[in-house]
């Protein structure tokens, strides 16, 4: 069955960084678009970034355009999210998740892992 | 940037009542819309795409009706899993993929 599992997450100073992993399993992962999606506190879904099956193709909230990067190693069946420049609003659960339809940028993020918690606080 | 504005933010639902859920969209985005519920502690999880097609394994009692600018997520019959929070997202503009701000459907 598809599995997604993130890791890499933990407390950081304010300005500091950290490296996301997600780390596929179940489906040919080469194949698939896979999403960032973030969530503070007691708050609402936020989409991050997203990166195309083949990792040519990458795209940003404005919110963290110019200090994240989003990348994949197909030959690992992982995705990672560098993180840098970090402050409190950042804080959050963060997911990935990806569709059931290989190839294709939307119609639902069917799989989500169960998310790792980033803390910004000095 | 499509923004997704969800109602009522708080729903107070009897076990076996039907819930109706609603969204709206900044400008049309067609079917483009699906529907996430997240119960506490856990990740979303997709119940609706394309506005109205249960995704797999979503009972019948779930259903979407829309398009355009104006959504619904209705529960026929809520059961005790069911309380949770609901959100909407729009793919058909993007980047960004937007959410709205998710409606809460509590036990009354």
């Known amino acids: 069955q598809v599995q997604l599992v993130e890791s890499g997450g933990g407390v950081v100073q304010p300005g500091r960084s950290l490296r996301l992993s997600c780390a596929a399993s179940g489906f040919s992962f080469s194949s698939y678009v896979i999403h960032w999606v973030r969530q503070a506190p007691d708050k609402g879904l936020e989409w991050v970034a997203v990166?195309?099956?083949?990792?040519?193709?990458?795209y940003y909230a404005d919110s963290v355009k110019g200090r994240f990067t989003v990348s994949r190693d197909n030959s690992k069946n992982t995705l990672y999210l560098q993180m840098n420049s970090l402050s409190a609003e950042d804080t959050a659960i963060y997911y990935c998740?990806?569709?059931?339809?290989?190839?294709?940028?939307?119609?639902?993020?069917?799989?989500w892992g169960q998310g790792t918690l980033v803390t910004v606080s000095s | 940037e499509v923004v997704m504005t969800q109602s009522p933010a708080t729903l107070s639902v009897s076990p076996g009542e039907r819930a109706t859920l609603s969204c709206r969209a900044s400008?049309?985005?067609?079917?483009?819309l699906a529907w996430y519920q997240q119960k506490p502690g856990q990740a979303p999880r997709l119940l609706i795409y394309g506005a109205s097609t249960r995704a797999t394994g979503i009972p019948a009692r779930f259903s979407g009706s829309g398009s355009g600018t104006e959504f619904t997520l209705t529960i026929s019959s809520l059961q005790s899993e069911d309380f949770a929070v609901f959100y909407c997202q729009q793919y058909n503009y993007w980047p960004p993929w937007t959410f709205g701000q998710g409606t809460k459907v509590e036990i009354k």
């Open positions: 400008q049309s985005i067609g079917s483009d």
């Open positions: 998740a990806s569709g059931s339809v290989a190839y294709n940028y939307g119609r639902g993020f069917d799989y």
């Open positions: 990166i195309s099956y083949d990792g040519n193709n990458k």
